[in-house]
């Protein structure tokens, strides 16, 4: 061996190669063409690879993004029965792509032998083994040197060599395009005209029509914003697209959706930045936090509302009321004599004011006893 050169170890991957793995699992699951035409090839793989199993889908034909997918993480134990998670799809397309996007920090020993199968497995990293034949990589030879480890390929029966972490780089990249595909093809459903149409059906109370016409924004909203073109937004089409998101939300709080009404609300957000755009959605959020039966969450965007100027009349009637459930009496009284000094009747904050009093009692009675008269 020359002098100062490294010494190299090799190993043939024949032991760890997954090529096939997908079609293969594909063979033993009766709905697996269905899964894959609703939850697409790839992020159906995806979902097999961060264990996440789907237990059920309610397709909305109208709306493909707004299906819901039903799904359990890890194995199921009979002993401690957890409930399946919900996600509409755009959103599980989401949550799939961010957990395989995270990196592993640790530092794995490099194998010795080739018999070292489990530990070939760990350094290379496991997500990428089931990822690379997904793209057309089948994995031949791992070489690692004190320099670095280094990954022989077939790439489409092409032999190619790349540096394992470059390898694991081109590998997530290809991930990430696969929602930025599907968010590029979406753009063109983000039709700012429709706004007016939703104004109309809110005032109708008409809320699935919102749904139908602004359902389709969330998914390549909350991509479209870390693009150089979603940077260079006008400040006029900012604040468009937050009242689409602020009324879709409302929306999906009428029929019932709490949950992805909450995710609507926080991208508009992103988008109203600040002013009255950021006041309303602030306060639209605070109130679906609050019919989800999450008050302590509820007060911190209530009051960002307040700060971004929202109106005391409409803001302080429900922080009082996320204050009252969390038991914090003082904060809830402070907040209702706000909303009467902004002009709220007496009449339609009556039960509230009773509780708080109740609650305050003799102290309350004292305070009011020593406060000028007007």
């Not at 280094?150 to 032999?159: K, M, P, Q, T």
Request: aromatic share 6%.
């Amino acid at each position: 061996m020359p002098d100062g050169q490294p010494p190299t170890t090799e190993f043939e991957l024949d032991s760890v190669r997954t090529d096939g793995w997908f079609e293969r699992i594909g063979e033993g699951i009766g709905s697996f063409q269905a899964l894959c035409e609703i939850v697409g090839e790839r992020f159906f793989a995806f979902s097999i690879i961060v264990g996440a199993r789907i237990t059920a889908l309610t397709v909305d034909r109208r709306n493909p993004e707004l299906s819901l997918v039903d799904f359990v993480v890890g194995q199921a134990d009979p002993d401690d029965p957890t409930d399946p998670q919900r996600l509409t799809l755009a959103d599980f397309r989401r949550r799939l792509v961010g957990a395989l996007l995270v990196e592993d920090d640790r530092e794995l020993p490099a194998p010795t032998r080739d018999t070292d199968v489990e530990v070939i497995q760990l350094y290379i990293g496991v997500r990428y083994l089931l990822l690379a034949p997904l793209y057309g990589y089948s994995l031949r030879r791992l070489s690692v040197a004190k320099d670095g480890a280094h990954l022989a390929v077939l790439h489409n029966g092409v032999e190619e060599h790349h540096e394992l972490d470059a390898f694991r780089f081109r590998v997530r990249a290809l991930v990430r395009e696969e929602l930025e595909r599907l968010a590029s093809g979406s753009r063109g459903a983000i039709d700012l005209s429709k706004v007016t149409e939703a104004e109309a059906a809110a005032l109708a109370k008409d809320w699935p029509k919102i749904v139908q016409l602004l359902g389709s924004w969330p998914a390549p909203l909350a991509i479209f914003l870390r693009t150089p073109e979603g940077q260079a937004l006008t400040s006029d089409a900012r604040a468009i697209i937050a009242k689409g998101l602020g009324l879709l939300g409302s929306a999906c709080v009428e029929v019932g959706e709490l949950e992805q009404a909450e995710e609507v609300f926080r991208i508009g957000i992103q988008y109203a930045l600040e002013g009255v755009s950021a006041a309303d959605l602030f306060l639209r959020l605070g109130t679906a936090l609050l019919e989800n039966k999450r008050p302590g969450e509820a007060i911190g965007p209530l009051r960002r509302a307040l700060a971004f100027g929202g109106p005391a009349e409409s803001v302080l009637p429900p922080l009082a009321r996320a204050f009252g459930e969390r038991k914090k009496w003082v904060a809830a009284y402070a907040c209702l004599r706000g909303a009467l000094e902004a002009g709220v009747a007496e009449i339609e904050i009556a039960e509230q004011l009773r509780a708080a009093e109740g609650e305050l009692g003799l102290p309350l009675t004292g305070w009011k006893a020593i406060q000028p008269s007007h």
